[in-house]
């Protein structure tokens, strides 16, 4: 065969040209590589980084607005310290108190989940002989036994969050020596090592994708419990959404970092690898199709959003590269793919209301949608968008970012704003002005009909589940632009949590945020509060207000990363 002939090394000897025909190829299939994989415009320009000490926060503080405010401050430290004592008197090792009946309750595991995920809280607020306690209880538990299934997502995020960054406060100084020894920050290091190899055998999946929950018992991978995952249970394998995949990858990170042992990197990178390099065709650059098969890797729904489930995926994708070493070759696809997900995101999913009866509606609500479903529904959670976008803008240099973010976070204040306690609802729903046709909810009764008359939306969950979001954003505002409205917005924020959910054995979740007249209620408040307070309220509500009025230096986003839980970890370059 004479074609085959050619490429003999004989004839490359005896033609000059030969090798040179060889290395074109070679070039052009490494061109055509690199083209292929960076074909995204955005994923090609944002190849660079943001550098060590790269300034996040306000360079320029006016009116004293980056020191700090000793009176508010001082009064969110007083809303702490009445939930760790009430909690300590009560409920003492419990995962959570229940704040109306003053009775202990233990939904994760029992490992005593309000003491390990509030500790930073105290740590930032110097509240050192509350964290005496709380690190003499957390050094004890046994992290391996439990009766129940694990979930590897919440218990990642407040478990193992919570320990790792208590080592990286004590490495950094924060915690003072004589509070915290050496001897129990090793303590708290060997726990956290010990929690994250339980944990290991979610990670043991044919794509990486982790399971939905461990059996302890077993170190076995197991699916939702039944009942939980409603219409993807018959799917014949387990489902995952990208928050769950994709929201280890931070605290591993810094367990490898404190430990020198790869594999906590390696297996919360492999988790996440399926939703960052997907091969299968999404709808809208950067935005994952969910929910995913963890045994194919395969979109088994049509599900796109920021909102529940999906978030903190999003979330993660621009912390990871402020975090991470800069020899992570992967960081610049990280970034790509964040700015490409934050473009589609205010192309796709951001809207403003039709009705805008008597305001001028400057602001924004964030939508979903599902396979070709447009859901007209914000959630509270969805309220971390803004202070994440904020954080990109100035990291990336993006300004535009900037001014979608500020708008989004308009939007969440506008709900806070529009009921009578002063606190927007768990969800929302609006008529778009523009661009969606065919908007899955309308207001119907007659109490949506005039809400929405009135503030341009309507709730559709009215309660409150002492959520953060809302005021973690007005945190990254606030430490970012520098502007002083962002502290009355939040004094705004806690003075009606202080009314409204402060109960006798902490603060209550809110049945209805647009029922709290008085005598609407029983005088113990029964109907009007929910008897939840959820770990989440001490970790990072009361944690995000006190520090949106502390001092700017504390905590600095020049310096530390605060995980979707609000532990901070340090930034090491
Ligand atoms: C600073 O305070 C003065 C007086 O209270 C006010 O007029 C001005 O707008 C403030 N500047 C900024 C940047 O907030
Ligand atoms: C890492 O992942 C493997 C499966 O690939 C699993 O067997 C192991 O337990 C995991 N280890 C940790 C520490 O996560
Ligand atoms: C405060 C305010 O401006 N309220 C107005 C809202 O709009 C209705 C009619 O659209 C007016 O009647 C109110 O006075």
Request: hydrophobic share 35%; glycine share 8%.
């Amino acid at each position: 065969m004479p074609g085959f002939r050619r490429w003999s090394r004989s004839k490359f000897d005896r033609n000059p040209n030969g090798p040179f025909k060889l290395l074109a190829a070679v070039l052009v299939i490494t061109f055509y590589l690199i083209i292929n994989e960076f074909s995204d415009p955005t994923v090609r320009l944002s190849s660079t980084i943001p550098k060590y000490g790269a300034k996040i926060q306000c360079a320029h503080w006016t009116n004293g607005s980056g020191r700090a405010d000793e009176e508010k401050a001082d009064k969110v430290r007083e809303a702490m310290k009445y939930t760790f004592w009430k909690y300590r008197e009560n409920a003492w090792g419990s995962d959570d108190i229940l704040p109306v009946s003053g009775v202990g309750s233990s939904s994760r595991n029992g490992w005593g989940a309000f003491i390990v995920d509030s500790a930073t809280t105290l740590v930032l607020m110097g509240l050192w002989d509350e964290l005496t306690l709380s690190v003499e209880h957390m050094i004890t538990v046994d992290f391996t036994k439990t009766d129940e299934l694990v979930d590897p997502f919440e218990t990642t995020i407040r478990y193992l969050g919570g320990l790792v960054s208590l080592v990286d406060l004590y490495d950094a100084g924060v915690i003072p020596r004589n509070v915290v020894s050496k001897e129990a920050r090793d303590a708290i290091l060997q726990q956290a090592i010990t929690l994250a190899n339980a944990l290991g055998p979610a990670y043991d999946t044919p794509t990486g994708l982790p399971w939905p929950r461990v059996d302890f018992s077993q170190s076995k991978g197991a699916a939702d419990p039944p009942g939980e995952s409603s219409q993807y249970s018959k799917h014949k394998n387990p489902v995952v959404g990208p928050a769950r995949a994709g929201s280890s990858i931070l605290e591993n990170r810094v367990l490898t970092r404190l430990t020198g042992d790869p594999i906590y990197a390696r297996n919360s990178t492999l988790a996440w690898a399926p939703l960052v390099w997907t091969k299968w065709l999404r709808k809208y650059s950067g935005t994952v199709d969910a929910p995913i098969d963890i045994v194919t890797g395969e979109p088994v729904g049509r599900q796109r959003h920021w909102d529940a489930g999906h978030d903190s995926f999003y979330e993660y994708l621009l912390k990871i590269t402020l975090l991470a070493p800069p020899f992570d070759p992967h960081l610049p696809w990280y970034k790509g793919k964040f700015s490409l997900a934050a473009d589609s995101l205010r192309e796709h999913y951001a809207s403003r209301s039709a009705s805008a009866p008597n305001h001028t509606m400057q602001h924004l609500f964030l939508a979903r949608d599902d396979d070709n479903w447009f859901i007209n529904e914000q959630g509270h959670l969805a309220c971390f968008a803004p202070g994440t976008l904020l954080l990109a803008s100035k990291a990336y240099d993006q300004e535009s970012l900037g001014l979608f973010a500020l708008a989004l976070l308009e939007g969440c204040r506008h709900t806070y704003d529009s009921t009578p306690s002063r606190i927007g609802p768990e969800a929302w729903s609006w008529t778009p002005k523009y661009g969606y046709d065919y908007p899955i909810y309308s207001p119907d009764t007659p109490r949506e009909k005039s809400e929405w008359r009135n503030h341009g939306f309507w709730s559709t969950d009215p309660r409150y589940k002492g959520r953060p979001e809302y005021v973690e954003s007005l945190f990254y505002a606030h430490r970012i632009t520098g502007e002083a409205r962002f502290r009355e917005w939040a004094w705004d924020a806690f003075m009606a949590m202080e009314q409204h959910c402060k109960a006798p054995y902490g603060y209550a979740q809110l049945a209805d945020v647009y029922s709290v007249e008085p005598g609407q209620w029983s005088g113990d408040g029964e109907g009007r509060w929910i008897d939840m307070q959820e770990s989440f309220w001490a970790a990072e509500t009361l944690k995000y207000l006190w520090l949106t009025f502390s001092d700017a230096n504390i905590a600095s986003l020049d310096r530390w990363v605060f995980s979707t839980e609000g532990h901070p970890f340090r930034m090491i370059r």
